[in-house]
């Protein structure tokens, strides 16, 4: 079967990516209420419209640092650019998010196309830097809000963030209109449906199906650039950009094409996260948010399709479920041991849940890099490759599905 | 008029003379091969050709066109394509895809974006690029990682990308450096059927006697960055400046 100009095993790919965007709400409630593992489960709305937010970011990070082995380290100020976007469109219009969306995308491909410009005259280490203080520059300029204190009224709104006042314009709001975040009518923080089967329950909420929708949309077209002669470029940029100006091609437009379109995926995502919840604050900005990304991409598998996906759920449920693990839990858990035992051992985990999640965190993500360079990906791969007991030399037939692990940061010839 | 012209070029780095009064000139549909000792320039020379270096003094000109100051992919947009010391392909990429990247370069122009094409419904380019494939004989190694082909491989590889392109002027840099003698010959071989087919014009930098007598058509012998004598392969062989200066003054 082939579907919207996709081959038969690409259209097999996304409708199962479909499918499990549009049952994540039950696939991530196996465990029945009540019970001692309910914690694990993760299919509330707020942290799936997460899931589906920063799985969009990832995915657009991957188009240029999958693609490209481009480095950025500053997309956070594209996210950060939506969410601002997408709250102005709430004071000055109303609440519907027809109106920041777009404009999150658009403001931020422009930024981006700056930022890109200039960043883009230098390869490797140095690109990377150069993002990097470009965010920095941004995160800076919005915690201060000093192009605001320029032209005299508030731009970010500083340090408290920017959120809808009483005294705001509003000029669209109709009388009956919901008074958050939503799209004709549809509120995103309301759920349609919260069914109960036996101990099991279940939430399905608005905001994280329009999430979700635009999560698949986001996919398909990644799915797409992957596959035409732009990614092909994009990737013959990563493997040898020298003989690629060799063989007449100008490489810059299209790391600069690559690189509005991750910032434009970015600013998307930051649009959504204000969608979900209308405040903005210039933490968004911040350069760890810049890292999370590029831990998620690398730690799901840089530049394959699912990879990016996969790395920020992974990352995304670690933030919220691991840091939800107390030694009270620990306790629980380890009761059937004898007494000092259990303390030994409770205390020896403590360092690594609750707020310790980061370390676990770290520790993962350093047997990742080591033993599996191409992240999540290459380990189910090698999985299913065990499962079925296939020959591992059958690797090298299929180039375009499991690309082999390149150096990520590698210095190239300028131009 | 030849269909690349050096005229005066002179290339200094610091206090060596790299390249002194180069006056050169590669006749279409010949093979011209330019030879010397380490140390001649060559290389230099070549990377004037290409967009890498710009020399002091003098002008390079294609078809008319300077290739002075230009970049290597407008350079290559020309007509000029070039063939590295060590083959220069996309290692991370199919045998299949390295060509059609060579392909789409020619058929697209340095820069077109296009999203939302599918590369394997772009049938001009997939037969194009099996064609070439066929052509340098290695249709059956389609699928492979080009990382890891034989030293030989990557080389008809590469000259696959290069022919693809339809070039006017083949630019090879030292083409059989570091291969094993029978490499050497099927690299000999197969430029040799691509001059035949296809008389394209080619300017060979090597130092390789064999490969050179083998293949050139003309020789120009380059010694501390000058010509010194420029002829027939039959004249150059017994020439004593050339002697001299491969080997030396006798003492």
Same mark, same amino acid.
């Not at chain 1, 199962?16 to 299919?43: D, H, K, R, Y």
């Not at chain 1, 990097?132 to 192009?147: E, P, T």
């Not at chain 2, 070029?9 to 206090?15: A, C, L």
């Not at chain 2, 300017?203 to 064999?210: K, N, S």
């Given at each position: ?126 690109? @990377? &830097? ?11 300029? @919005? ?117 509005? &379109? ?27 948010? @810049? ?31 691991? @840091? ?92 | ?141 389609? *699928? ?21 392109? *339809? ?85």
């Amino acid at each position: 079967m082939k579907i919207l100009g996709l081959n038969e095993k690409d259209s097999r790919f996304l409708l199962i990516v479909i499918f499990l965007t549009l049952a994540t709400p039950v696939l991530l409630q196996p465990f029945p209420e009540g019970s001692g593992m309910a914690q694990f489960n993760a299919g509330y709305p707020d942290l799936m419209q997460r899931f589906a937010i920063f799985g969009i970011f990832a995915i657009g990070f991957n188009i240029l640092f999958g693609l490209t082995g481009y480095l950025s380290f500053g997309h956070a100020a594209f996210l950060g650019i939506g969410s601002y976007a997408v709250v102005w469109m709430y004071k000055l219009l109303d609440y519907n998010v027809i109106w920041g969306l777009p404009l999150a995308v658009v403001v931020s491909g422009i930024v981006a196309l700056g930022i890109g410009f200039i960043s883009l005259r230098r390869s490797g280490i140095y690109f @990377s &830097i150069l993002t990097l203080a470009f965010a920095q520059m941004m995160f800076v300029i @919005s915690y201060s809000d000093l192009f605001g204190r320029f032209v005299g009224t508030t731009i970010t709104n500083g340090e408290t963030g920017l959120q809808v006042y009483g005294n705001d314009p509003q000029v669209l709001l109709g009388a009956t209109e919901p008074s958050s975040p939503h799209f004709f009518g549809i509120v995103m923080r309301e759920n349609f449906w919260t069914p109960q089967f036996g101990d099991w329950q279940f939430t399905f909420n608005n905001g994280y199906y329009f999430c979700a929708v635009i999560a698949i949309l986001a996919f398909y077209l990644s799915l797409r650039i992957f596959r035409s002669p732009f990614g092909l470029m994009l990737r013959a940029i990563k493997t040898n950009q020298n003989r690629l100006n060799y063989t007449g091609v100008h490489s810059r437009p299209y790391t600069l094409a690559a690189f509005v &379109i991750s910032g434009m995926y970015a600013g998307l995502a930051g649009g959504l996260l204000a969608a979900m919840d209308p405040l903005a604050g210039a933490e968004r900005m911040q350069w760890t948010e @810049s890292g999370t990304v590029v831990l998620m991409t690398i730690l799901g598998g840089a530049g394959t399709l699912m990879g990016p996906v996969l790395g920020a759920g992974f990352i995304k449920y670690f933030e919220n479920i691991f @840091s939800k693990i107390n030694d009270n839990v620990l306790h629980q858990w380890f009761a059937w041991m004898p007494d000092g035992l259990e303390d030994a051992i409770v205390w020896v985990l403590h360092f690594f849940v609750g707020k310790g999640w980061h370390l676990t965190l770290g520790v993962l993500f350093m047997l990742v890099v080591i033993f599996l360079p191409g992240g999540l990906v290459e380990g189910g791969t090698r999985i299913w490759r065990f499962i079925r007991g296939t020959d591992r030399k059958e690797k090298t037939a299929d180039a375009t599905h499991q690309p082999e692990h390149v150096a990520y940061v590698a210095e190239k010839e300028e131009f | 008029m030849g269909i690349l012209e050096v005229k005066d070029v002179s290339k200094r780095f610091g206090g060596l003379k790299a390249l002194s009064d180069v006056n050169l000139s590669v006749e279409e549909g010949t093979v011209h091969a330019i030879i010397g000792p380490n140390g001649a320039g060559k290389s230099t020379l070549l990377n004037c050709f290409v967009g890498k270096l710009i020399p002091d003094t003098g002008s390079v000109m294609f078809e008319g066109h300077s290739l002075l100051g230009i970049k290597p992919h407008q350079i290559n947009q020309l007509g000029v394509s070039r063939v590295f010391q060590t083959p220069e392909i996309f290692s991370e990429l199919t045998v299949f895809e390295n060509v059609m990247i060579a392909c789409f370069a020619k058929r697209d122009g340095s820069f077109r974006l296009q999203p939302f094409k599918t590369v394997e419904n772009e049938t001009d380019i997939v037969e194009k690029a099996e064609q070439m494939l066929v052509d340098v004989s290695m249709i059956e190694k389609r *699928d492979m990682h080009s990382a890891s082909l034989s030293r030989g491989d990557k080389r008809r590889l590469e000259m696959a990308m290069c022919l693809a392109q *339809d070039p006017k002027l083949l630019l090879l840099d030292e083409p059989t450096a570091g291969m094993a003698r029978a490499d050497t010959n099927n690299t000999i071989e197969l430029l040799k059927d691509i001059q035949k087919q296809r008389g394209i014009t080619m300017a060979i930098i090597e130092h390789d006697m064999h490969v050179v007598f083998s293949l050139a058509d003309r020789i120009t012998v380059l010694a501390q960055g000058t010509p010194i004598v420029e002829d027939v392969p039959e004249k150059i062989k017994g020439h004593p400046k050339v002697q001299e200066a491969y080997l030396g003054t006798a003492h």
